[in-house]
């Protein structure tokens, strides 16, 4: 004969409530469990790294913005961890080469990316194709540093400020060139909005990188170029090279005399670069907090800071969080411009 129990009606809902009081309380131990076994494991990662070399990739050949800023931020921190730190220059399709190898790198931090906004915010919405996603195969560390491009034309070119810029191209329609460090970079951005604006016939000449560009600036075989300020203000104060006018919507500390393209007729014009280091996604927590304290502690230091500057380069220095908030702010500003100006490109 089976027996069977009887509960009380009364007493059902007792025990239905100290059941399910016992399976919070069960599911809470364990959701800390897991939280405490997190914990540990980021700081184990945290305090291993680095543990060999660590390398950061520059999407453009030596000489460029990117370069500068990576050769001097990682100096420093190799002296910080006691490993050596290896920039690699991988230029090609605006940095996306650089970008997918480091997406495809292992997780583990000592493979990182300079980046240029561009490469993150521009690229998706610019190209066709890519052989990666950066906002979802990319893990934001800190945004470093930020500069102002500046329209920049050779000496043998007559013209000493924008609007003059403006009424010689418009003589002869077609036959002036602007250069850029490739395509979507926010140099070929700068040259396509101020073409818009200005109603210009102005001819694109993308290279793989600011040296070639500047090279060519120096040998007057393209007009101009809305280059990065970084290596174009020694060659302005050398008087190599002829500096008309700034992209920030204000005048830059280290240019007081260059005016913006907004105060040269050309309003809400806005086009500045920032630079961020990035690592692949899934890299431990632990290893990105402390790339990115010791990358912030290493731009407080005020001869890197004055380094920095005297080329026209402001620190930064955010958080991941303030980095992922800035990327994701930016990549619907530049969705939104690339597709009123029909800008898309194979390349």
Same mark, same amino acid.
């Given at each position: 004969?089976?027996?069977?129990?009887?509960?009380?009606?009364?007493?059902?809902?007792?025990?239905?409530?100290?059941?399910?009081? +016992? %399976?919070?309380?069960?599911? %809470?131990?364990?959701?800390?469990?897991?939280?405490?076994?997190?914990? =540990?494991?980021? &700081?184990?990662?945290?305090?291993?790294?680095?543990?060999?070399? =660590?390398? /950061?990739?520059?999407?453009?050949?030596?000489?460029? $913005?990117?370069?500068?800023?990576?050769?001097?931020?990682?100096?420093?921190?190799?002296?910080?961890?006691?490993?050596?730190?290896?920039?690699?220059?991988? $230029?090609?399709?605006?940095?996306?080469?650089?970008?997918?190898?480091?997406?495809?790198?292992?997780?583990? *931090?000592?493979?990182?990316?300079?980046?240029?906004?561009?490469? /993150?915010?521009?690229?998706?919405?610019?190209?066709?194709?890519?052989?990666?996603?950066?906002?979802?195969?990319?893990?934001?560390?800190?945004? =470093?540093? +930020?500069?102002?491009?500046?329209?920049?034309?050779?000496? !043998?070119?007559?013209?000493?400020?924008?609007? !003059?810029?403006? &009424?010689?191209?418009?003589?002869?329609?077609?036959?002036?060139?602007?250069?850029?460090?490739?395509?979507?970079?926010?140099?070929?951005?700068?040259?396509?909005? +101020?073409?818009?604006?200005?109603?210009?016939?102005?001819?694109?000449?993308?290279?793989?990188?600011?040296?070639?560009?500047?090279?060519?600036?120096?040998?007057?075989?393209?007009?101009?170029?809305?280059?990065?300020?970084?290596?174009?203000?020694?060659?302005? %104060?050398?008087?190599?090279?002829?500096?008309?006018?700034?992209?920030?919507?204000?005048?830059?500390?280290?240019?007081? !005399?260059?005016?913006?393209?907004?105060?040269? *007729?050309?309003? *809400?014009?806005?086009?500045?670069?920032?630079? *961020?280091?990035?690592?692949?996604?899934?890299?431990?927590?632990?290893?990105?907090?402390? /790339?990115?304290?010791?990358?912030?502690?290493?731009?407080?230091?005020?001869?890197?800071?004055?380094?920095?500057?005297?080329?026209? =380069?402001?620190?930064?220095?955010?958080?991941?969080?303030?980095?992922?908030?800035? /990327?994701?702010?930016?990549?619907?500003?530049?969705?939104?411009?690339?597709? !009123?100006?029909?800008? %898309?490109?194979?390349?």
């Amino acid at each position: 004969m089976l027996m069977r129990l009887r509960v009380p009606r009364g007493s059902r809902a007792g025990l239905v409530s100290r059941f399910e009081e +016992f %399976r919070m309380k069960a599911v %809470r131990n364990l959701m800390a469990i897991f939280a405490a076994l997190l914990v =540990v494991d980021a &700081a184990a990662a945290q305090s291993t790294f680095p543990d060999r070399p =660590v390398h /950061i990739l520059v999407g453009y050949v030596p000489g460029g $913005p990117n370069d500068i800023i990576a050769r001097a931020i990682g100096d420093r921190l190799a002296l910080a961890w006691g490993k050596s730190v290896v920039i690699d220059n991988v $230029p090609g399709a605006s940095g996306n080469i650089a970008g997918d190898r480091v997406a495809k790198a292992a997780p583990d *931090g000592h493979t990182l990316l300079l980046a240029n906004m561009a490469q /993150i915010v521009v690229n998706p919405s610019l190209f066709e194709k890519m052989s990666y996603d950066p906002v979802r195969e990319l893990a934001p560390v800190s945004q =470093v540093a +930020f500069t102002p491009n500046v329209l920049t034309v050779p000496n !043998e070119v007559p013209a000493h400020s924008v609007q !003059e810029l403006v &009424a010689l191209t418009r003589a002869t329609p077609g036959k002036y060139t602007f250069g850029s460090a490739g395509v979507g970079t926010t140099q070929h951005l700068a040259g396509e909005l +101020f073409k818009s604006m200005a109603k210009l016939d102005l001819q694109h000449v993308p290279y793989r990188g600011a040296a070639g560009v500047i090279t060519d600036l120096l040998g007057n075989r393209i007009t101009m170029f809305f280059g990065n300020i970084a290596p174009l203000l020694p060659l302005i %104060r050398e008087g190599r090279l002829r500096g008309l006018a700034v992209t920030s919507l204000e005048r830059f500390d280290a240019t007081p !005399e260059l005016p913006t393209m907004a105060e040269s *007729g050309f309003p *809400g014009f806005d086009v500045t670069a920032s630079f *961020g280091l990035m690592t692949a996604a899934c890299t431990p927590s632990g290893v990105i907090d402390k /790339i990115y304290r010791d990358t912030a502690r290493v731009l407080t230091q005020a001869d890197l800071r004055q380094k920095l500057a005297d080329i026209g =380069v402001i620190v930064m220095g955010n958080s991941p969080a303030e980095f992922s908030a800035a /990327i994701k702010s930016e990549l619907v500003v530049w969705a939104k411009l690339i597709k !009123e100006a029909g800008l %898309r490109t194979n390349e």
